[in-house]
């Protein structure tokens, strides 16, 4: 019995997915829930990310581990299949607050995971 291409490609990519490293940890602020104006991102300390930006009619979703930092910069996904979140200002507190800002999209922490920053 042949399995469908199609098939084989998703059983590969979710085989892979579960296969994040956890996050540096110079990078550990990173971690937490993070939202914007129509941006939701959460970052688990174990490196992986979900993602997702409605932007007028479109809406745009990104489930997949980190495959490396790159500067301020993460990169996403899997195996060749991959995404660049440009970081323009790390995470940083304001008034007690983190935030940092992501594809232009200024984002506040809502919530830390145990072991990384308050």
């Known amino acids: ?40 991102l959460v970052i688990t300390p174990e490196g992986s990310v979900q993602y997702e930006r409605r932007d007028g009619a479109a809406n745009i979703s990104v489930s997949a581990p980190i495959q490396r930092f790159e500067g301020d910069n993460f990169v996403v996904g899997v195996g060749p299949f991959n995404t660049t979140f440009v970081v323009s200002k790390p995470p940083h507190l304001v008034d007690g607050q983190y935030r940092m800002v992501v594809d232009g999209v200024e984002l506040t922490r809502t919530r830390a995971f145990e072991g990384t920053r308050a």
Do not use: D, Q, T
Not at 19 to 36: D, F, V
């Open 1 to 40: 019995m042949r399995m469908p291409i199609a098939a084989l490609l998703l059983s590969i990519g979710l085989a892979l997915a579960g296969c994040s490293e956890p996050i540096p940890p110079e990078k550990l602020a990173y971690a937490g829930e993070w939202r914007g104006e129509n941006v939701h």
